[in-house]
């Protein structure tokens, strides 16, 4: 059963930093391409970022710079690191794997960036 937890959510005010993880059980974890998505309240959600076996990553055009996806296979756990956080990026972020063709999504984490 595979099962994705995300932690590190939060409030934290504009230009501040934060750092997500997504901690996978129930899968191989180092073969698998992970994705950070995030949706923002009335809005689809949208791709942040992929990191591929390979240590291949892709980054969305608007946290370019910004934010930072990695991966630990020896401790089963992405993260997505977060700087200059912007009220534009308030949204809950979700954790994905896809498994042989089948996606598997965390519950998320609330991100909220406000003075």
């Known amino acids: 059963q595979v099962q994705l937890v995300e932690s590190g959510g939060g409030l934290v005010q504009p230009g501040g930093s934060l750092r997500l993880s997504c901690s996978a059980s129930g899968i191989i974890f180092r073969i698998h391409a992970l994705g950070w998505y995030r949706q923002a309240p009335g809005k689809e959600r949208e791709l942040v970022a992929n990191?591929?076996?390979?240590?291949?990553?892709n980054y969305a055009e608007s946290v370019k710079g910004r934010f930072t996806i990695s991966r630990d296979n020896a401790k089963n756990t992405m993260y997505l690191q977060m700087n200059s956080l912007k009220p534009e990026d308030t949204a809950i972020y979700y954790c994905?794997?896809?498994?042989?063709?089948?996606?598997?999504w965390g519950q998320g984490t609330q991100v909220t960036v406000s003075s």
């Open positions: 994905k794997v896809n498994k042989f063709g089948v996606e598997y």
């Open positions: 990191i591929y076996s390979t240590l291949t990553t």
